[in-house]
């Protein structure tokens, strides 16, 4: 079974960088299409960012230009690069993952939560001054 561990979450000032990681164990992440969620209080859990096992990536309209994504297949790692935070980037920040051969990128790419079956614990992240 895929597993995750997220770290790098913490307290930023408006205008900072964090750098979240994500760990994986179990299996390899070279046939997993993975992405990165978010979860603001009283809120639903939202696409940041998705890339496919091909590297083609997507991010939300509020991240583009400020947060990249990238993966290490070799160390099974995924991170997500985030600068220039706002405080409405305030939330908890998971990985997932799904399996290339239970959904094709044409139907992951939205990056909706309920396509990726594979989560992590989350990783709280709180831009604030």
């Known amino acids: 079974q895929l597993q995750f561990v997220e770290s790098g979450g913490g307290l930023v000032q408006p205008g900072g960088s964090l750098t979240l990681s994500c760990a994986a164990s179990g299996f390899s992440l070279d046939y997993y299409h993975v992405g990165w969620f978010r979860q603001a209080p009283g809120k639903e859990r939202e696409g940041v960012s998705c890339l496919s096992v091909g590297d083609s990536t997507v991010y939300a309209d509020s991240v583009k230009g400020r947060f990249t994504i990238s993966r290490d297949n070799v160390g099974n790692m995924l991170y997500l690069q985030m600068n220039s935070l706002k405080p409405e980037d305030t939330a908890v920040y998971y990985c997932?993952?799904?399996?290339?051969?239970?959904?094709?990128?044409?139907?992951?790419?939205?990056?909706?939560?309920?396509?990726?079956?594979?989560w992590g614990q989350g990783t709280q992240v709180t831009v604030s001054s």
């Open positions: 997932a993952a799904v399996h290339i051969t239970k959904s094709s990128w044409p139907l992951v790419s939205s990056c909706a939560p309920n396509r990726y079956d594979s």
